[in-house]
C-alpha cells in the first residue's frame, strides 16, 4: 500500500508551524528529523520541480544513499517555488523577516506574477535546511536583490504552466487566462488548477532569464497595499518568538559574563550554585554556564557563583574622540589640487564633528535554543543572518555545515544589530554539555552591555566657495564609522573623501544604514553652514548644486509639502537636508522650538519624501519611513552608550535615553512612485536626514552649530 508524502507539510508562521512554535515539536520530530528523506534528497532523487507530492513506496524502494545530496541547484525554480497538490504555493527563501515586512512584499512580488491572491502562497524564510544559501538580510538588498530572483522563478513557473495547459488542450500557450491559481482554456470553459498541472512534472528545470516580467505599470497585487501577511498572529500574541519556546525536556541557561570589556577570569567558586536542586554548572575554559529548569532558578545560580576578575586598561568615553583619531591606521591623502581649491576659495570652512556609539536597542533581545540529536545540531535564534550563524557554529562545534540547521522565526527587530548568533551559540554549548535542549535569552543589560554597537567616529570636513556662491572644493576624513554614504551627492569642482579606520573601545559593528547616518549628518550640516556664510538660503543653495534630478525631486517635494517660505513662529527654526543611499532618495524638513530662557527644545514637524523606484507596498512603506524616522530621532537628540574602563555605564532603558512618545513630532511623508524604475529597499535610506535637518532647523533658531550625535542628550541645548 502506498500513500501521498507531503514535503512541505505545513503552512509556515502560524499556529501549525512545525519548526516555530513547539507545541507542534513532537510532529515535526516525527515527520522530519527520524525520517532519512530530506527536502534535498527529495529533489535530487525524483527531479520534481514544481511536485509537493510523491507515492511514499517509491521514495522507500531507492537507495538511502541516493537521497543524502544538495538541495536544487539554486538556477532552478525548485529551490524557490513549489506547488503543491492542493493549490498552495510554496515560496523558500533564505531572507528574514524581522519587522520590515518582506514576507508580505515578497510574497506580493511572487503573487503578482503568478497571477494568485497573496494569501494562496506560504512563505519558509531563513531556514539553513529547506531554503536557499542567502548572505543575510541587510543592507536594504532584499527587494532590490531577492525580489527580482522570485520573480523570476515564478515568471518561469508561470510560463511552464501555460505550456502544461497549453499541451494538455493541443492550442497556443499565448491565447490561455490565469486567474487565481487557474489556467482556463479560451473558448470551452475547461478550467486547469496549477496543482494539477504541477503534478508529476518533472521542474527541475533551471530559471527561463528570459520569461516576461509584468511591468509596475500593469501591476495589480505589487504596488497596493496589501495586508501585513499573518499580521493578525502578532497583534494577537499568537507568533511564538524564540525566547517562547518550549522544547521536550528543555533547561534554561545564564551565563556568567565579566563586568567590563577585556577582563580575565581568575578564579571561580561554583559550589554554592552546584548545591541548588536541578542546577548543573557547565565550564570549559573561561566560558561558564548554568542550566535550570527555570529561568529563576538559572539567575539565582547564576548569582550565588564566585569569581574573580583582573581588568585591564580600557579607553573610557572621555577620551574616545581623540583615541579614534590617534589610533587611526591609516593617514589622510589629499590631491594637490584639492588643496590649492580650498586656498583659493572666497569662503571657506573647516568642521569637526563627532559621532558617539550608540545601541540598537532591539525590541527583542538575543534569545536561542538549542537541541543536540547525536552529531545533529538545531537551533532556534533570532538573526540577520541565519546561514552565518550556521558558520559560526560550524567553526565553534567542528560540524560539516549540513550537520547544523538552523531555524529563524520572525523576529523582534535587528537594525543591524542581530548579525551574529551569540546566544544560539551559548545554548549549543550547554545543551551539549548537559545533554538536554537548552535555551539562553539575554537580558536587557547584557543586549546594551555584550552586544555590539554603531561605530563612534570622528568626522573632518574642509571646503570653499568660489566667488560665484560655488562649491569649489570639499575634503572630507572620516574616522572609524565607516564609508556608507561618504561622498557628497552635489556639483563641487575639486573633491577628496576618505574612510580612515581607527581601533575601537568598544565591539562595534552594523548598524541602519551603517555610516551613512553620520557622514550624511557632517555633509548636510557642513553645506547649511556654507550656505549662510554666503548669505544664501540654504534650499536654493543645495538646488544649485544638485545634478541628480531624483535628488532634487525628494528635496523639492519635502520642501513644497513643508511650505518652506511661510513664516516661522515665535522661538522656531526651519532645517533642511536631503540625501541619497541603498537607492533610495530622502528630503527631510524639520521645524524645531527652542525656548530661549531655558534651552529647551522640542522637535513640533518633520516632512520627509523619500523614492526607491517602484512602490510594492505603499502603506508599508510608509511605515518604514516612520519607522526611519523615530529611530532617527534617538540618535539624533538623545542616545549614547557611557563607558569607562570597559564598562557599559547605562545599561538599562531606564538609564538609555530612547526616544518617547512625548518627543514625537508631527511627521508626515511624501512617497514619489517611479513606476519607471526597479524597486529599492527602503528600511535604512529614509533616517539619514532626521538628524541634520534638525540640527539645521536649531541653528536657524538659535544660531548654533551642534556638531556632536546626540545633539541634546539632557533635551536641552548644551551651555
Not at 507530492?53 to 517555488?81: C, M, N, R
Amino acid at each position: 500500500m502506498t500513500r501521498k508524502f507531503n514535503a512541505i507539510p505545513m503552512k509556515p508562521i502560524n499556529n501549525d508551524n512545525p519548526y516555530t512554535f513547539p507545541e507542534q515539536y513532537e510532529l515535526y520530530e516525527q515527520r522530519f528529523l527520524a525520517a532519512p528523506i530530506t527536502r534535498r534528497a527529495f529533489f535530487k532523487r525524483m527531479g520534481m520541480g514544481m511536485a509537493s507530492f510523491v507515492v511514499l513506496g517509491d521514495v522507500l524502494a531507492s537507495h538511502a544513499a541516493d537521497w543524502l545530496a544538495a538541495k536544487p541547484d539554486e538556477d532552478t525554480i525548485a529551490a524557490w517555488i513549489h506547488v503543491g497538490e492542493d493549490n498552495r504555493i510554496t515560496v523558500y527563501t533564505g531572507k528574514v523577516e524581522v519587522g520590515q515586512n518582506i514576507r508580505t512584499s515578497l510574497a506580493q512580488a511572487v503573487a503578482e506574477e503568478l497571477f494568485v491572491p497573496v494569501d494562496s502562497l506560504s512563505l519558509i524564510m531563513g531556514d539553513t535546511e529547506l531554503t536557499p544559501y542567502d548572505r543575510g538580510t541587510f543592507g536594504s538588498l532584499t527587494t532590490p536583490q531577492m525580489a527580482p530572483v522570485l520573480r523570476r522563478a515564478a515568471a518561469s513557473l508561470r510560463e511552464m504552466l501555460k505550456e502544461a495547459a497549453a499541451s494538455e488542450w493541443s492550442i497556443s500557450k499565448n491565447s490561455l487566462q490565469l486567474d487565481k491559481g487557474m489556467v482556463s482554456h479560451p473558448s470551452n470553459g475547461k478550467r486547469l488548477s496549477y496543482g494539477d498541472l504541477a503534478k508529476g512534472k518533472e521542474l527541475l528545470k533551471p530559471i527561463d532569464k528570459n520569461a516576461p516580467l509584468v511591468p509596475a505599470t500593469a501591476w495589480k497585487i505589487a504596488g497596493t497595499s496589501v495586508p501585513k501577511v499573518e499580521g493578525i498572529q502578532f497583534i494577537t500574541g499568537k507568533h511564538r518568538y524564540v525566547s517562547d519556546m518550549v522544547l521536550p525536556g528543555m533547561q534554561y541557561g545564564k551565563i556568567l559574563r565579566a563586568p567590563a570589556n577585556g577582563a580575565r577570569l581568575l578564579s571561580v567558586n561554583t559550589e554554592r550554585a552546584e548545591a541548588l536542586s536541578g542546577v548543573r554548572v557547565v565550564r570549559e575554559g573561561d566560558f561558564v554556564g548554568v542550566t535550570a529548569p527555570s529561568t529563576q532558578s538559572a539567575s539565582l545560580a547564576l548569582a550565588l557563583i564566585e569569581a574573580s576578575w583582573q581588568n585591564s586598561p580600557q579607553v573610557s568615553r572621555s577620551a574616545l574622540f581623540e583615541h579614534l583619531t590617534t589610533s587611526a591606521r591609516a593617514g589622510k591623502g589629499v590631491g594637490a589640487t584639492v588643496s590649492s581649491a580650498i586656498s583659493n576659495g572666497a569662503i571657506q570652512r573647516s568642521e569637526r564633528f563627532l559621532i558617539d556609539y550608540i545601541a540598537h536597542v532591539p525590541l527583542e533581545p538575543r534569545s536561542g535554543v538549542a537541541e543536540w540529536k547525536g552529531d545533529k545540531l538545531h537551533v532556534w535564534t533570532g538573526t540577520q543572518r541565519p546561514f552565518g550563524v550556521q558558520e559560526e557554529l560550524q567553526r565553534a562545534f567542528g560540524l560539516p555545515k549540513e550537520n547544523i540547521r538552523v531555524f529563524m522565526p520572525d523576529t523582534g527587530s535587528g537594525y543591524g544589530g542581530k548579525h551574529t548568533g551569540e546566544a544560539g551559540i551559548e545554548a549549543a554549548r550547554l545543551a551539549r554539555a548537559i545533554g538536554r535542549p537548552v535555551k539562553v535569552t539575554w537580558t536587557r543589560e547584557e543586549e546594551f552591555k555584550w552586544a555590539y554597537v554603531r561605530p563612534a567616529g570622528v568626522i573632518e570636513v574642509n571646503s570653499a566657495l568660489d566667488s560665484n556662491g560655488k562649491l569649489s572644493a570639499w575634503e572630507f576624513y572620516n574616522y572609524n564609522s565607516g564609508g556608507a554614504g561618504i561622498e557628497i551627492p552635489y556639483d563641487v569642482g575639486e573633491k577628496h573623501h576618505q574612510f580612515i579606520p581607527s581601533d575601537t573601545p568598544l565591539r562595534q559593528g552594523s548598524y541602519r544604514a551603517l555610516a551613512a547616518t553620520a557622514n550624511i549628518f557632517a555633509i548636510e550640516s557642513h553645506l547649511n553652514d556654507l550656505a549662510a556664510e554666503a548669505s544664501i538660503d540654504p534650499v536654493t543653495f543645495r538646488l544649485a548644486h544638485i545634478s541628480d534630478d531624483r535628488l532634487k525631486a525628494v528635496l523639492q517635494a519635502s520642501v513644497e509639502k513643508f511650505g518652506w517660505d511661510r513664516s516661522k513662529p515665535a522661538q522656531a527654526g526651519f532645517g533642511v537636508a536631503c540625501g541619497t543611499v541603498k537607492g533610495g532618495y530622502v528630503g527631510t524638513c524639520a521645524e524645531v522650538e527652542v525656548d530661549s530662557g531655558t534651552g529647551l527644545v522640542k522637535v513640533k514637524r518633520l516632512v520627509v519624501s523619500f523614492e526607491c523606484g517602484a512602490i510594492v507596498n505603499p502603506r508599508h512603506l510608509e511605515s518604514q519611513v516612520v519607522g526611519c524616522v523615530l529611530q532617527g530621532l534617538g540618535g539624533a537628540l538623545f542616545e549614547a552608550v557611557d563607558f569607562k574602563d570597559g564598562e557599559v555605564l547605562n545599561p538599562f532603558l531606564s538609564s538609555y535615553r530612547v526616544p518617547q512618545f512625548s518627543d514625537v513630532p508631527s511627521i508626515e511623508v511624501v512617497l514619489l512612485n517611479r513606476v519607471d524604475l526597479s524597486p529599492a529597499g527602503a528600511g535604512e535610506a529614509p533616517i539619514v536626514c532626521v538628524a541634520p535637518a534638525i540640527r539645521n532647523a536649531i541653528f536657524d533658531a538659535t544660531g548654533k552649530r551642534l556638531n556632536r550625535l546626540p545633539m541634546i542628550p539632557g533635551g536641552r541645548l548644551p551651555v
